[in-house]
């Protein structure tokens, strides 16, 4: 418990939380300590070289996070964000496969929001709090699914379970979260995130009505 304690607090307060996380990964304890294993998973899981520069699942995760420590403030609910950009891929450690010469990842989405919460209802009975970080991880890849028009997009049950807003900011510090990112690149990702909301409200707006949604990001 006091570990998940420790977490929280770096996870809240820090600017650079991965420098947190990276010191203790030295301790062990990410190989030896069940439910914590399922982070260290990720530091054996490899990532398009194309796509990820940066390497592994938990260099990643780590890069996402100081993306995310940099823009909580702008959450709704800067805890709920916090866990879900440490939480949002483990689901690739188990569905991570090579496939006709293609690192594929498949449905991590979904098998991550099942591993998210067997993860936090080790240290919480929150169970509200269990199911808002479970369901952000649900539902981070709906920004890639949306802006490219992929048939995965589920817009209308997505915004039946979290904020459209809280969304789009996890999914720009998940796709800042890469190696070799420059200026160009990280306009090209802000831009995206703008083509995910507007989708998403006028989807919604055509099937509801008018919306008070913005995107501030």
């Known amino acids: 418990m006091q570990t998940f304690i420790d977490f929280d607090t770096h996870l809240m307060s820090d600017d650079k939380p991965s420098n947190y996380f990276s010191e203790l990964s030295k301790t062990g304890i990410f190989v030896e300590q069940y439910p914590y294993t399922l982070l260290g998973d990720l530091m054996k899981v490899p990532q398009s070289p194309t796509h990820h520069p940066e390497g592994s699942v938990w260099n990643h995760t780590m890069l996402v996070l100081d993306?995310?420590?940099?823009?909580?403030?702008?959450?709704?609910?800067?805890?709920?964000?916090?866990?879900?950009?440490?939480?949002?891929?483990?689901?690739?450690a188990d569905t991570t496969k090579f496939r006709k010469g293609k690192i594929t990842s498949y449905d991590h989405d979904k098998l991550g929001e099942r591993l998210s919460v067997d993860f936090l209802k080790e240290f919480t009975s929150d169970l509200d709090f269990i199911n808002q970080v479970s369901k952000l991880v649900r539902w981070h890849m709906q920004i890639l699914f949306v802006t490219k028009g992929l048939p995965f997009a589920e817009i209308g049950r997505m915004a039946s379970e979290v904020s459209i807003d809280e969304i789009a900011l996890l999914g720009l510090c998940d796709r800042l979260g890469r190696g070799d990112m420059t200026i160009a690149k990280r306009q090209k990702e802000e831009e995206s995130i703008k083509?995910?909301?507007?989708k998403c409200n006028k989807y919604l707006k055509d099937s509801t009505g008018p919306l008070t949604g913005y995107c501030q990001y």
């Open 67 to 92: 993306n995310a420590g940099e823009r909580k403030h702008l959450s709704e609910n800067p805890k709920v964000f916090m866990w879900s950009a440490l939480l949002h891929d483990l689901g690739k």
């Open 195 to 198: 083509i995910f909301v507007e």
